[in-house]
């Protein structure tokens, strides 16, 4: 069984940052691919990022060039590095993984709350 636990949540001004960060733990042999997702009120969920254990990085359109992923595979943590946010990236940030244990697992975590005020 695989855990996610996402930290790093909070409420934030238009333009400022914050740091969100997802640990994996339980039965790990290997992550393939950890990132983020989002979902606002009313919309569905959509991705945020994505890195793979090639380090191959998916960015969704609205977060390029503002938006920095990046994991730490000794750790089992994935870092989601947000700059000059907006009110529209208002929404709870999901991790999300897909592990190799017994078989593969993809994997959720509770979400965390990212507020960003105009």
């Known amino acids: 069984q695989v855990q996610l636990v996402e930290s790093g949540g909070g409420l934030v001004q238009a333009g400022g940052s914050l740091r969100l960060s997802c640990v994996a733990s339980g039965s790990i042999l290997s992550i393939r691919t950890i990132g983020w997702y989002r979902q606002a009120p009313g919309k569905q969920r959509e991705l945020v990022a994505t890195i793979t254990s090639g380090s191959r990085i998916n960015y969704g359109d609205s977060v390029k060039g503002r938006f920095t992923i990046s994991r730490d595979n000794a750790k089992n943590t994935v870092y989601l590095q947000m700059n000059s946010l907006k009110p529209e990236d208002t929404a709870v940030y999901y991790c999300?993984?897909?592990?190799?244990?017994?078989?593969?697992?993809?994997?959720w975590g509770q979400g965390t709350q990212v507020t960003v005020s105009s």
């Open positions: 999300n993984a897909v592990v190799v244990t017994i078989g593969v697992s993809n994997s």
